[in-house]
């Protein structure tokens, strides 16, 4: 079985300044790995995703994750947040070849002016 | 190209009422999925299909049911609606190489 845990239901942060946000997995197999994005009112978009190769990801508005097999972590960053990021972020983990994908409980970002 | 979308957009109904949920999809995927989503609980799986025919149960299926007659469509069905199914409902689907998953804008059902 594989399950997600993201501990920071939710993070204030100031705009322009950094932003991690937390994700630890369990699984007893190779595992694909997601950030998916909530902005209010809407479904969930992906962000970015890890399969295979280099172990730093990157979406296009400038967040980033790395996954880290030994910590069994892929957490989300970003330098500088903008008023434009308050939104909810899931974490989420699939294993290779399996149907499902397992959610965290997601993070509240909100970036403050 | 409409991608997900969801019917209706909002319910309330009353305990012991009866009601189907749709999810369409344009984009041929063969995998479809129903999730709940309650604060602090983040997504759980409710239903899935993984081709037209087909559907297995997921996380939290007791109280709903499902039907995938047509492949670009995913029913979910509450036979008698109960309180504790308010909640905000989402449909997914993705195909079957690529593991991103699409979701549709929401249902949100409130059960009286």
């Known amino acids: 079985a594989q399950s997600v845990t993201q501990l920071d239901s939710q993070v204030p942060v100031f705009e322009e300044a950094p932003v991690e946000l937390r994700c630890n997995y369990s699984?007893?197999?190779?595992?694909?790995l997601f950030w998916y994005v909530q902005y209010p009112n809407q479904g969930l978009q992906l962000l970015l995703k890890y399969l295979s190769g280099s172990t730093l990801v990157e979406s296009i508005n400038g967040f980033e994750a790395e996954f880290n097999k030994s910590q069994t972590s892929f957490h989300l960053r970003k330098p500088s947040v903008h008023i434009s990021d308050t939104a909810e972020y899931f974490c989420a983990v699939s294993d290779w070849g399996y149907q499902k994908v397992t959610f965290g409980t997601g993070t509240k970002l909100q970036v403050i002016p | 190209n409409a991608g997900v979308t969801q019917t209706p957009k909002f319910r309330v109904l009353k305990t012991g009422q009866s009601m189907t949920l749709l999810c369409a999809q344009d984009m041929n995927h063969e995998y479809m999925y129903w999730y709940r989503q309650d604060p602090g609980m983040g997504l759980r799986l409710i239903h899935y299909?993984?081709?037209?025919?087909?559907?297995a149960k997921g996380e939290v299926p007791d109280g709903y049911n499902v039907s995938r007659l047509k492949k670009q469509n995913f029913l979910l069905g509450l036979e008698s609606a109960a309180p504790s199914q308010t909640s905000v409902y989402f449909c997914?689907?993705?195909?079957?190489?690529?593991?991103?998953?699409?979701f549709g804008p929401g249902t949100r059902l409130l059960v009286l």
């Open positions: 997914a689907s993705r195909t079957k190489k690529q593991e991103t998953q699409y």
């Open positions: 699984s007893s197999v190779s595992v694909y």
């Open positions: 299909s993984v081709g037209e025919g087909t559907t």
